[in-house]
């Protein structure tokens, strides 16, 4: 199945609102992988897919993932809209039929990302926040720019942020969300601790 088939599948079985933003995180995520030098075709596949599952009333998310033996988590049981993720990459290798695991694995965990995520997994999480449809995250201009010059920032200060939104509002927060954050804070620390020490040398 090629891209254009794709479109008109999703276009039926998604809300026109969804359809939308879709298409915004599919050509945000193609333009950051042409900053980062990430593979543009996989990119574009990874951000029309990504929300394939996501108008699938919630109870029934739930039944598909306990049906086709999907992991489900505590917090995606009390939480199923979290599950569109992982029955996402389920639709997009059994429905639309792609097998790449690395398209496959970003479309996984880019509701709550993941620790050593890989740079398409980083690409999706970011177009999914950044698409020119979103206007409600704050400090969206920074984060924007910041998504063309450092991934692993850029990661950073949404994770920030979303933390802070998920706790301020007492929504359900996936443990794997919070580990995320704490690996990227733990990475991010490590490399402006290296480069404090070269500007030392140099001193």
């Not at 199923?80 to 992982?86: D, I, Q, V």
């Not at 039929?97 to 965990?109: F, K, Q, W």
């Not at 398409?120 to 010059?149: G, S, T």
């Amino acid at each position: 199945m090629n891209r254009l088939e794709m479109e008109k599948m999703l276009k039926k079985v998604l809300d026109k609102e969804r359809f939308t933003h879709t298409l915004g995180v599919m050509y945000t995520a193609a333009s950051l992988a042409m900053a980062h030098g990430v593979d543009m075709e996989k990119a574009l596949y990874a951000g029309l897919l990504h929300d394939c599952a996501k108008c699938i009333p919630n109870d029934r998310k739930l039944e598909l993932c306990i049906k086709n033996n999907i992991e489900v988590s505590r917090a995606e049981q009390k939480s199923p809209f979290l599950l569109h993720a992982k029955l996402g990459a389920y639709f997009a290798k059994e429905k639309y039929g792609v097998d790449d695991p690395e398209i496959l694995h970003a479309i996984r965990v880019h509701t709550t990302g993941a620790p050593n995520m890989s740079t398409m997994d980083k690409l999706l999480y970011i177009a999914d926040y950044i698409e020119p449809n979103r206007d409600k995250a704050p400090n969206l201009p920074r984060v924007r720019a910041l998504a063309f010059r450092d991934l692993d920032e850029t990661m950073l200060v949404i994770l920030e942020d979303t933390l802070a939104y998920l706790k301020e509002s007492q929504e359900e927060i996936d443990p794997l969300t919070e580990k995320t954050y704490e690996y990227f804070k733990k990475c991010i620390g490590h490399e402006r601790e290296e480069d404090e020490e070269d500007e030392l040398k140099w001193l």
